[in-house]
């Protein structure tokens, strides 16, 4: 079967840097999504990877390895309004988005 | 705002009633989803419409129907639901279903209660 695995809950400090690690095993790979969820809202698109090695946005970062089937999501410099769940999606070989269950990150001040 | 929106927000209903959600996506986006989010699970894709044709149906019970009558609206139909189906779906879009780094773009979704 297709499995995402990703932390259930995280929790890091104010203006640390926390790393949100995502393993995958799916049938056939077409890209990586990772995607930000605050409570009571939609999700929202953070990055996309399909090639190996790290993809930097700003403060959010996203690294890839296919022949690992991990990736992860390094959040830096966090702020408070990065408490949010974060969402890991495979893109298979049906071109079907596999979503992990979510890592909720909590941040204290 | 992601241009995407959904009608309601909020539902309550009894297990013997019809509803129906209203999801509109402003973004000129060819393929249209519907997702089940409940509690500490991962998104469960229930049905996928590309170019207005359905493409996906994710072995859903007959009591959802989607309908879109256009690239632009989807519809979710419900009868005779269960409580277990309550949870948050949510309406997504896309520029189409099977572009590479095509984003899926989400609404605010509907919380559903079934009584």
């Known amino acids: 079967g297709q499995n995402i695995d990703q932390p259930t809950e995280m929790t890091a400090t104010e203006g640390a840097i926390v790393q949100i690690n995502c393993t995958y095993q799916?049938?056939?790979?077409?890209?990586l999504f990772w995607y930000q969820q605050h409570a009571g809202e939609a999700p929202t698109f953070l990055s996309y990877?399909?090639l190996d090695g790290l993809e930097e946005k700003g403060r959010f970062s996203s690294f890839l390895s296919r022949s690992k089937g991990y990736s992860y999501l390094l959040l830096k410099e966090l702020q408070m309004k990065d408490s949010a769940s974060y969402l890991c999606?495979?893109?298979?070989?049906?071109?079907?988005?596999?979503w992990g269950a979510g890592t909720k990150l909590i941040i204290k001040p | 705002e992601t241009g995407v929106t959904q009608t309601p927000r909020h539902l309550v209903m009894g297990m013997t009633n019809k509803k129906s959600l209203k999801c509109e996506q402003h973004?000129?986006?060819?393929?249209m989803y519907w997702y089940k989010q409940s509690a500490k699970k991962p998104l469960e894709l229930m049905f996928v419409?590309?170019?207005?044709?359905?493409?996906e149906n994710n072995s859903v019970p007959s009591r959802f129907s989607p309908e879109c009558p256009n690239s632009s609206h989807l519809f979710l139909h419900l009868h005779t639901l269960q409580p277990e189906d309550s949870a948050l779906y949510l309406c997504?879009?896309?520029?189409?279903?099977?572009?590479?780094?095509?984003?899926?773009?989400f609404g605010p979704g509907t919380r559903l209660t079934v009584l």
């Open positions: 419409y590309n170019f207005k044709e359905q493409t």
């Open positions: 973004l000129g986006h060819n393929a």
């Open positions: 999606a495979v893109r298979d070989s049906n071109y079907q988005l596999i």
């Open positions: 997504a879009s896309s520029q189409d279903e099977s572009g590479g780094g095509n984003e899926q773009f």
């Open positions: 799916t049938s056939g790979f077409n890209g």
């Open positions: 990877n399909v």
